[in-house]
């Protein structure tokens, strides 16, 4: 089942598309993110929760952790489901899980995440208000859920790879900075082709810790750990700050 036992949840049927593939048929993972990312929003659409609904309360969704791991990449023209359901409360946070599965109901990747809210005048982390906190007796026990992301990564010491990047126009989501996709995109393209030709992703842990804005230049890093595991970061380069870390595996 893709849901654990919940009053709340959402999923959709999506086809995979020859614009969401690589040179061997299969998803890339930017793509599989965006596909997580979009059952979300069309699930807080549906709650009332969505950036639209909170406006007049001037705050906003913010994605700060994400962990996917993959089982097997769908291929073209494969119809997948992409369920999601809010998994709980902390303090300041809420978290969420996605789960896609193929058509005989097989897993083929599980995230969790986590989210905050941004007032959107000062752009600072601001309090669960107590419409959104009347959710939580909807929300199935942590333990029915997927492990809640705890991303601690080694230090990151020095690139071995790198790549800039400058943020335009069309990669701004809608709270005006750098789609939270782009960040995972843009973390692994200064990986070596083979990787990225002969490899799968098996497992990507991402910290988002600053947000990046129109016309800001972005540095992608990736520092070789062992064979298939890699450390990333992407620095804005006017001032040196660190705008997410992240982890990848791959076999």
């Not at 409360?89 to 789960?99: G, H, I, P, Q, S």
């Not at 995440?113 to 752009?123: E, G, I, N, Y």
Request: charged fraction near 25%; include cysteine.
């Amino acid at each position: 089942m893709p849901f654990p036992n919940s009053e709340i949840g959402y999923q959709r049927r999506y086809e995979v598309r020859t614009y969401e593939i690589d040179s061997r048929k299969r998803m890339t993972a930017p793509a599989l993110a965006r596909l997580m990312q979009e059952a979300a929003m069309q699930h807080v659409i549906r709650m009332g929760l969505s950036v639209w609904d909170l406006e007049p309360h001037q705050i906003s969704w913010v994605l700060m952790r994400k962990q996917i791991r993959v089982e097997r990449m769908p291929k073209l023209g494969d119809h997948i489901v992409v369920a999601t359901y809010p998994s709980g409360f902390e303090r300041l946070f809420t978290y969420r899980d996605y789960k896609v599965l193929d058509e005989s109901g097989q897993l083929l990747a599980a995230s969790s995440s986590t989210w905050l809210l941004m007032d959107t005048q000062s752009r600072r982390m601001a309090p669960m208000p107590d419409f959104i906190l009347a959710y939580r007796s909807q929300m199935p026990p942590q333990e029915a859920c997927l492990p809640r992301p705890d991303v601690k990564l080694p230090p990151f010491e020095s690139p071995h790879y790198a790549r800039q990047f400058e943020v335009n126009w069309h990669d701004l989501d809608f709270n005006e900075h750098l789609n939270n996709t782009l960040y995972i995109k843009w973390m692994l393209e200064p990986l070596p082709v083979e990787v990225l030709t002969q490899r799968q992703l098996k497992q990507l842990d991402i910290n988002y810790r600053a947000e990046s804005q129109y016309g800001d230049a972005v540095q992608a890093q990736v520092q070789t750990l062992e064979d298939g595991v890699f450390l990333h970061r992407l620095l804005r380069e006017s001032d040196g700050k660190e705008l997410a870390v992240g982890r990848t595996a791959w076999e």
